[in-house]
């Protein structure tokens, strides 16, 4: 049950940002992360990405990554086997509220099944890649996959700002 009365009537009205949350899933085997071909929603087609998605109403971020990859791969992550990685904070200063965007990525080393492609609406394939050697990924999905190739921890929180 959510209770809003301990706050204000306007406290989330026109100058507040509106916050949208999402999780990543990067799901590596030695080298190689799992990425899917991107096509059909209307973000980013054409280039590859991690399992993802939005945090649904009333969901923890750890229970989104879990479904999301469950949802998209067929596989079953265990929350204790997600290592956070970074959140990234993705915004643009002029832009409307409902680009404010805040990204979780966590690693899983650990799942039960093969991941297989589950979401052919939303996906045209999806494979594994070497860190080293990665496809066209989408630019904030890369920065984290390119830290994780150089063995370089990102800080917990990363703004990105355009």
Known sequence: MNDTSRYRSDDHLGHRTLLVAAAYVVLRRGDDVLLQ??????YMDGRW??????????????????REAAEESGVRVDVADLEPLTVLHRFERTGP???????????????QGEPQLREP????????F???????????????LE????????????????
């Open 37 to 42: 071909l991107r096509q059909g929603t209307g």
């Open 49 to 66: 990405g991690l399992l993802a998605g939005h945090v649904d109403p009333g969901e923890s971020v750890h229970e989104a990554a879990v």
């Open 97 to 111: 509220p409902v680009e404010q965007r805040v990204d979780v990525f966590f690693l899983a080393r650990a799942w």
């Open 121 to 128: 609406d939303k996906s045209a394939q999806m494979g594994w």
């Open 130 to 144: 070497p860190l080293a050697a990665l496809p066209d990924v989408v630019p904030h999905e890369r920065l984290v």
């Open 147 to 162: 830290s994780l190739a150089a063995g370089t921890p990102l800080p917990a929180v990363v703004s990105l700002p355009r």
